[in-house]
């Protein structure tokens, strides 16, 4: 059974085990995804971020397997409504149309360890962000002990996300047909939870 809290939100899960997650269903994103290769995919992307009020977000870095070893980010996701797009944000320029989409505030932007995602991605280009939600923190004042996005897909969503290519070659020049579903997955669910969290009145 999952543990729950004694405040107003008396049913809210905090926890689940590793036996609860794999039982879950896997779910993927199922709908369009665009991975933005030229001006005419920026364009689009700033088109549909303008029309959103919610958007989903993540990065992907390419792994370190060595001490001392790092690198900034390779690929930023973003998932509207209609869309996920995927900026490949060290072979192409994308300041401009993500940095007026961090920027503005009628537009909220949620994922899960948002500041050390932005802290990376200025390394990158400068912006200002506004109306950046982290929804680990978001759970964690409402007493859920375990925050990241998977564990919280499997509490909140009630399917499991598959990890299988987390520590993949994002700054490949091609990304592969399962590096693509796997980052727009990842947005998609921080958008879905969210909107989760909205009703629950975590936001």
């Not at 990065?59 to 209609?82: H, I, K």
Request: glycine share 6%; hydrophobic share 45%.
């Amino acid at each position: 059974m999952y543990a729950s809290t004694s405040s107003r939100e008396s049913a809210t899960k905090t926890n689940i085990t590793r036996e609860e997650l794999n039982a879950l269903p896997i779910r993927r994103y199922e709908g369009e995804i665009v991975v933005v290769a030229h001006g005419a995919d920026l364009e689009r992307a700033a088109a549909d971020f303008a029309a959103e009020t919610l958007v989903g977000f993540d990065t992907e870095t390419r792994p370190a397997f060595r001490a001392g070893e790092s690198y900034l980010p390779s690929v930023f996701q973003a998932a509207t409504a209609r869309a996920v797009y995927l900026f490949p944000v060290q072979r192409i320029d994308c300041a401009h149309v993500l940095g007026q989409l961090l920027l503005r505030p009628e537009v909220v932007k949620a994922g899960v360890s948002t500041a050390d995602d932005l802290k990376k991605l200025k390394l990158l280009f400068q912006f200002q962000e506004a109306s950046v939600v982290d929804l680990g923190s978001a759970a964690k004042r409402h007493g859920v002990k375990q925050t990241g996005v998977r564990s919280l897909a499997g509490m909140f969503l009630g399917f499991r996300i598959p990890k299988g290519t987390s520590t993949s070659n994002w700054a490949a020049a091609r990304l592969t047909p399962q590096q693509v579903a796997y980052a727009a997955t990842d947005a998609w669910a921080c958008r879905e939870l969210a909107l989760a969290f909205r009703g629950l009145g975590f936001l």
